[in-house]
């Protein structure tokens, strides 16, 4: 079983940054697809980042040019990497991969962007 936690969340100002960290039991290049989503108050969840085993990655519109997803598998851990943050990143972030058709998710950690 795979298990993910979250670190990293906390409260910035516009236009600040932050770096989100997914401590993974596994090694992240061995799962088929690990990216990061996040959900706000009154919203669905939404994707926001992933990356292949083969380290193709996927960005949302709303974050392109300001976010990025990496990993380290010395630290078996994914990251993501924030810039430029605007209060509608506002959301927990949640971190998900996928092994064997299972999908495994995280509990979140609580980003938070004040204007």
């Known amino acids: 079983q795979v298990q993910l936690v979250e670190s990293g969340g906390g409260l910035v100002q516009a236009g600040g940054s932050l770096r989100l960290s997914c401590a993974t039991s596994e090694n992240p290049f061995s799962v088929g697809l690990m990216g990061w989503y996040r959900q706000a108050p009154v919203k669905e969840r939404d994707v926001v980042a992933t990356i292949t085993t083969l380290g193709i990655t996927h960005y949302a519109d709303a974050v392109k040019g300001r976010f990025t997803i990496h990993r380290d598998s010395a630290k078996n851990t994914v990251y993501l990497q924030m810039f430029s943050l605007k209060p509608e990143d506002t959301a927990v972030y949640y971190c998900?991969?996928?092994?064997?058709?299972?999908?495994?998710w995280g509990k979140g950690t609580l980003v938070t962007v004040s204007s």
């Open positions: 998900s991969g996928r092994l064997s058709e299972i999908d495994y």
